[in-house]
């Protein structure tokens, strides 16, 4: 509005949500189609499907922490695969695992997941408290 115009209202979290899932789904639809950008196809292509390799599901750690009284939580998005609670996993550092774990429980946008797909962002909470960094891999074998 201007220097003593009110102030804007707060944005209400759930279009914050919507917009960022928007621009995400979008930035995907790039990278499918193999260009930087959703806006570089002017014809809709069939809806790609991308399959896990039998042996492996991937999750690229962003951020590391600790909850109190229920423990450490990796934060980031899945590489390829499906990562379900009860999953034993490996910490990959460098091409070498570093420490296994399992995941107990997963969280995208403040809900409660069981499993969490290629391409979603979500918090995974470990069973114990492993050597853990910003860029390590989570990886999980196969579930059938």
Do not use: C
Request: aromatic share 4%; no cysteine; glycine share 10%.
């Amino acid at each position: 509005m201007g220097w003593f115009g009110k102030k804007r209202d707060p944005q209400d979290a759930n279009e914050v949500l919507r917009r960022y899932n928007e621009a995400e789904a979008a930035r995907l639809d790039g990278v499918r189609q193999g260009s930087g950008s959703a806006a570089s196809s002017s014809t809709a292509a069939a809806p790609v499907t991308v399959t896990a390799s039998a042996s492996t599901a991937e999750f690229e750690v962003e951020d590391v922490f600790t909850i109190t009284g229920r423990g450490q939580v990796a934060t980031g998005h899945v590489i390829r695969g499906v990562i379900r609670v009860g999953d034993r996993v490996a910490v990959v550092r460098s091409g070498s695992s570093v420490a296994e774990t399992a995941i107990t429980g997963i969280e995208m946008f403040r809900a409660h997941a069981t499993e969490v797909t290629t391409g979603a962002m979500a918090g995974l909470l470990l069973q114990d408290k492993v050597d853990i960094t910003r860029g390590d891999v989570i990886r999980a074998a196969a579930s059938a």
